[in-house]
């Protein structure tokens, strides 16, 4: 996807059924023309986010082109052009429906049940009149887009009642609760809109089901907590096997298995649609090659648990003096992180041959194992460390930690910059702050 005509960075984000929520920067952007390449073998929508939000449809394959104009609209070309522009235009007239969709969220929760269904089901008719009429006058017949329409105007329907159950603990709600059975479309067309049947998907699952299936949260054992629920959820046999992927696709993506082979037999019974048995068999069987295979690469070492953090950074100072250190302090199960190492080949490559060491350095709260395939994963050339928990809580308290990821740069004297802890390789000003320490 390329795009022109703009003065800062454009960010996507898009929620995918086994990849979860994630965020992703350029990998080019020079004199307001960007490009953003992305992987599925499925098509997806994904939030372009430029001053404001909005959504793009992509299937596998396309090479779509966006041209911003001053005002801010979009103008497209290349593939999927008449799909994209039909949802621009239906998105603008759907505001106004969308933002009452907002007010009522924050005051209707405290209307009386009957009071409160009145008006969301007025919200939703005028939202399927209006979808009705533009299908009409724009004779759209593409039955990938009415579905991305449809399902669009009704996550916030599904959204609301799901919030005034939990909003009022009354077990009086039998008349919003039968709304909700009615149920968003869980079949597989929907996938075609991933944001809402994720959105959906999300809240029905952690709001509504597990609400009333878990009575008391083990946060020991939370994500095998979360499977046996869902392996008593009976209620709908896509929906379930959709919660599950839910749980267990972010620990593989995280480079654990552990979790997935604690419940391999209730997977085997309970994903029995083909595609998303061979997505999960396939992420499953990557992840457990990839563990068997990593090897600790030159310069990479579990650090000796009797070192301090402070003697710890001491010794990579005085090895790499004169250099510029970057120093990455990232966890396995942190998507950003994962997302800023897809990011980092261009910002690596511009330093070759330059004074700058890249240390990376692993959380304890990460599994070992996960840490040495996630290093080999994505090629994390550099000093590679791996923090026992004391020499993490260590950390935490000597540099200012406030969460994953953090990132430390220290000039070639040694020097601790403390302007900033977020210099993440995808940002234009990071590369400017290590040219400038140089």
């Known amino acids: 996807m390329e795009g022109a005509n703009i003065d800062t960075y454009p960010v996507i984000a898009f929620d995918k059924i086994f990849s979860g929520y994630e965020e992703a920067t350029p990998i080019f952007f020079e004199k307001g023309n960007f490009r953003f390449d992305l992987e599925s073998d499925v098509p997806f929508d994904l939030l372009f986010i430029y001053e404001s939000a909005t959504r793009i449809l992509i ?22 052009t008449e799909e994209n522009q039909n949802i621009q235009a239906f998105l603008e007239l759907f505001e106004p429906i969308d933002q ?5 969220r924050k005051i209707g929760f405290k209307q009386s049940q009957e009071d409160f269904l009145n008006t969301v089901d007025s919200l939703k008719s005028q939202s399927n009149k209006l979808l009705d009429l533009f299908i009409d006058t724009h004779e759209i017949d593409n039955v990938d887009i009415t579905t991305w329409l449809n399902n669009h105007i009704l996550t916030s ?12 603990s009354s077990s009086k709600l039998e008349k919003v609760k039968e709304a909700l059975d009615t149920k968003f479309p869980i079949d597989k067309e929907g996938f075609i809109n991933n944001h809402a049947l994720n959105r959906f998907k999300y809240e029905y699952l952690y709001e509504k089901i597990l609400e009333e299936i878990i009575d008391e949260v083990n946060e020991d054992n939370y994500h095998a907590q979360l499977l046996n629920a869902i392996c008593d959820f009976k209620n709908d046999d896509l929906m379930r096997q959709l919660f599950f992927i839910e749980i267990v696709s972010p620990q593989l993506g995280a480079n654990n298995v552990a979790l997935l082979e604690e419940f ?18 396939s992420m499953y069987k990557e992840v457990k090659s990839r563990i068997v295979i990593a090897q600790i690469r030159e310069g990479v070492f579990i650090s000796d648990s009797l070192k301090s953090i402070k003697s710890l950074i001491d010794s990579i100072l005085i ?16 998507r950003p992180c994962q997302q800023e190492f897809k990011n980092q080949e261009s910002f690596k490559k511009a330093f070759e041959g330059k004074d700058v060491q890249f240390i990376y350095i692993c959380a304890s ?17 550099g000093i ?3 923090l026992d928990e004391a020499q993490f809580e260590e950390f935490k308290e000597n540099y200012n930690f406030s969460g994953f990821p953090t990132y430390l740069l220290f000039d070639k ?15 234009p000003e990071t590369l400017e702050k290590v040219n400038s320490m140089l």
């Open 365 to 381: 709260s990460s599994d070992i194992s996960a840490w040495k395939a996630t290093v080999d994963q994505y090629d994390l050339d």
């Open 157 to 168: 329907y599904y959204s609301l009642l799901i919030g005034y159950i939990n909003a009022n």
């Open 413 to 427: 004297f040694g020097n601790l910059d403390t302007e900033n802890f977020h210099w993440r390789p995808s940002l």
């Open 384 to 386: 590679n460390i791996y």
């Open 59 to 80: 299937y596998p394959g396309d090479s779509i082109n966006i041209l911003i104009h001053s005002d801010k609209t979009l103008t497209f070309s290349g593939d999927r």
């Open 100 to 104: 009452n969709y907002s007010e009522l």
């Open 319 to 334: 090895q790499n003096k004169g250099k510029v250190i970057y120093l990455d302090l990232w966890a396995t199960w942190c």
């Open 264 to 281: 391999m037999e209730a997977k085997d019974s309970i994903i029995t649609d083909p595609y998303l048995n061979s997505k999960l068999e």
